[in-house]
């Protein structure tokens, strides 16, 4: 199985900040990388597939980067909204595999 | 637009069986996959396994593998997930969401039902 490891596990920060959120895969996945946001009591919700495609709906202030086994989600002014757990997901191979989180919260 | 929406919670006894569905709408059923993800409390997503709604082949993560059961009824627009033999650590949050399927798809799971609580107590 294909592992997924994020850093950091948690984050503090402001409004306005640039945030950025690291994920690596234990073996190479191409660009077979995506990246969801969760709130409390929700659903997960698609931001970023094949790496650096912005999902339908999703604000520009997302992007995603990488190839391989290396992949980067950043946010480029964190909104009040965006306070979040943040997961990367491999849909290279199965079975697919999630990192272990990113939790976001307000500094 | 695009709907997956589950059927409600449940309480199940351990050793008990749970069968959770999925009714899709707003898309061709048969056109997509759906997988089944599931989340323990303050644990991270867990996938365990996805059917082709078309013509319903299945795989199954080796750590459900003998319990789960994935099945859909083309008709009904809807997926169902079958889990046997539950124990305490079966409780969380399941979720069906869909996946585009074929040469041209960079699977990603771009909607997702609302999640059904299984509780699994004595």
């Not at chain 1, 234990?26 to 929700?42: D, F, M, V």
């Not at chain 1, 997302?62 to 965006?82: A, N, R």
């Not at chain 2, 399927?101 to 799971?109: D, L, P």
Request: proline share 3%; glycine share 10%; net charge positive.
């Amino acid at each position: 199985d294909i592992q997924m490891t994020q850093s950091p596990s948690s984050l503090s920060a402001s409004v306005g900040d640039r945030v950025t959120i690291t994920c690596r895969a234990s073996q190479t996945i191409s660009n077979y990388l995506n990246w969801y946001q969760q709130k409390p009591g929700e659903a997960p919700k698609l931001l970023i597939y094949a790496a650096s495609s912005l999902h339908s709906g999703v604000p520009s202030r997302f992007s995603g980067s990488g190839s391989g086994t290396d992949f980067t989600l950043t946010i480029s002014s964190l909104q009040p909204e965006d306070f979040a757990t943040y997961y990367c997901q491999q849909g290279y191979s199965i079975p697919r595999t999630f990192g272990q989180g990113t939790k976001v919260d307000i500094k | 637009q695009v709907q997956l929406v589950q059927s409600g919670a449940e309480v199940k006894k351990p050793g008990a069986s749970v069968k959770v569905s999925c009714k899709a709408s707003g898309y061709t059923f048969s056109n997509y996959a759906i997988h089944w993800v599931r989340q323990a409390p303050g644990q991270r997503l867990e996938w365990m396994g996805w059917i082709i709604a078309g013509n319903g082949n299945t795989k199954y993560s080796q750590k459900f593998q003998g319990r789960i059961t994935i099945t859909r009824d083309t008709s009904a627009s809807t997926a169902y997930m079958d889990l046997s033999s539950l124990g305490s650590e079966d409780t969380a949050v399941y979720y069906c969401v869909r996946d585009c399927i074929g040469n041209s798809c960079y699977s990603h799971f771009d909607y997702w039902g609302q999640g059904t609580l299984v509780t699994v107590s004595s």
